[in-house]
């Protein structure tokens, strides 16, 4: 499984962004997709999950009622939809895959095997 992120950037506060991740290869074991970030000196931290499924989702916190995941089966990519961002929100993204995994809430990096290169988001 290969996962490719997009979208990242430099937005001010109160900006939007939407990121992208398309995963190929034997994608068909997928079972829950999510979005962590990590900003320099932190620990990496989830931010939002989707069941591939039955699209049950996932948020932090920090992010409900901001941010908005979705999976489109047909192109088989996860998108995120970050509104209303604030500075805290900087970091780099890293699109992630559970692979032949049931996840919980899929907010904990131990609950994925697949991950992309990462996209930086800067909101400034």
């Known amino acids: 499984v290969q996962l490719v992120e997009s979208g990242g950037g430099l937005v001010q506060p109160g ?10 290869g034997d994608t068909t074991k997928i079972n829950s ?4 970030r990590q900003a ?9 999950a989707i069941y591939t499924g039955g699209r049950h989702t996932y948020y932090a916190d920090s992010v409900e009622d901001r941010f908005t995941i979705s ?10 939809q970050m509104n209303s961002l604030k500075p ?3 970091g780099v993204y890293f699109c992630a895959a559970a692979y032949g995994r049931v996840v919980s809430s899929g907010l904990a990096n131990s609950e ?4 992309g290169q990462g996209t930086q988001v800067t909101v400034s």
Request: aromatic fraction near 12%; charged fraction near 20%; hydrophobic fraction near 30%.
């Open 33 to 36: 997709m999510g979005w962590l």
């Open 15 to 24: 900006g939007s962004l939407r990121l992208s991740c398309t995963a190929s």
């Open 88 to 90: 805290e929100d900087s």
């Open 71 to 80: 999976f489109d089966d047909a192109k088989n990519t996860v998108s995120l």
């Open 112 to 115: 994925y095997n697949y991950w």
């Open 40 to 48: 320099p000196g932190q620990q990496r931290e989830g931010v939002a």
